[in-house]
């Protein structure tokens, strides 16, 4: 059942290496799930808290988010869904954003999901989307084509499993390379509804909450680096049509 939107999800993102060595940490923040054609509309004084930007998905553009998601996937060769789409994403706080991951649930014009659209940025200013045909447990996989740790090279696959959000947010992406898993990513929720009154508690438990996210991610690659794990060379990155 889709939740009464927009909505906050109180998460838990945990991230597990297993080769050559176990590392594993794990960050609280929040998420938005929002309907692309239906953004919220904050009062001014909250304005700063949470914005959502075009240009922070798929293409810059001065358009709509809907705009360029339809750009990406018409590159594709798809066409465009028909009805509702959901978004999981970070809003814009106190004007940064990064999104590691954002999804889109893509619905026909009867509300049944078509495809879940991965679009995965990295820290390198770089972003690639994937789209998803996930079966009825919300599992999916797709060949890795983007460049995103400095530790892994771009081959094997990902295998994800999306569910649509609910009452839980509860999403796995695992990378499959050759021998094993070697790496899995998960982020586990409660949704919240998105007043107020819980987007103030949100921000201020989480504060510079996107920030904070960019940060961990190159800590821990620093911690990774000096405890001896070779940066594999990044391929020179190849834009998608609409995605750039």
């Not at 059942?1 to 597990?16: K, N």
């Not at 084509?145 to 999306?162: A, I, K, N």
Request: hydrophobic share 40%; aromatic share 10%; net charge positive.
């Amino acid at each position: 059942m889709t939740p009464h939107l927009p909505a906050l999800y109180l998460c838990t993102v945990a991230h597990t290496r297993t080769r050559p060595f176990r590392y594993a940490f794990r960050h609280r923040t929040y998420l938005w799930l929002v309907d692309v054609d239906d953004l919220p509309r904050l009062p001014r004084a909250l304005r700063p808290l949470a914005r959502f930007d075009a240009r922070d998905h798929f293409a810059d553009t001065a358009g709509e988010i809907r705009d360029g998601l339809e750009r990406f996937l018409a590159g594709q060769g798809l066409a465009p869904p028909a009805g509702r789409v959901l978004m999981l994403a970070h809003a814009r706080v106190l004007g940064w954003v990064f999104n590691p991951l954002t999804l889109y649930w893509c619905h026909d014009a009867e509300g049944t999901l078509q495809y879940v659209v991965a679009e995965v940025h990295n820290t390198y200013g770089e972003r690639h989307g994937y789209v998803l045909l996930p079966d009825e447990t919300g599992a999916a996989r797709v060949p890795k084509e983007f460049y995103v740790s400095p530790f892994f090279p771009v081959d094997g696959s990902y295998r994800m499993r999306l569910p649509e959000p609910g009452a839980d947010l509860d999403l796995t992406v695992q990378l499959e390379r050759e021998g094993g898993r070697p790496f899995t990513a998960t982020v586990r929720g409660r949704r919240r509804p998105a007043t107020a009154a819980a987007l103030l508690r949100a921000a201020l438990r989480h504060r510079w909450s996107t920030l904070a996210v960019s940060a961990a991610i190159r800590m821990h690659g620093i911690r990774l680096y000096l405890r001896g794990l070779p940066v594999q060379p990044r391929p020179r990155h190849r834009p998608q049509e609409g995605v750039e």
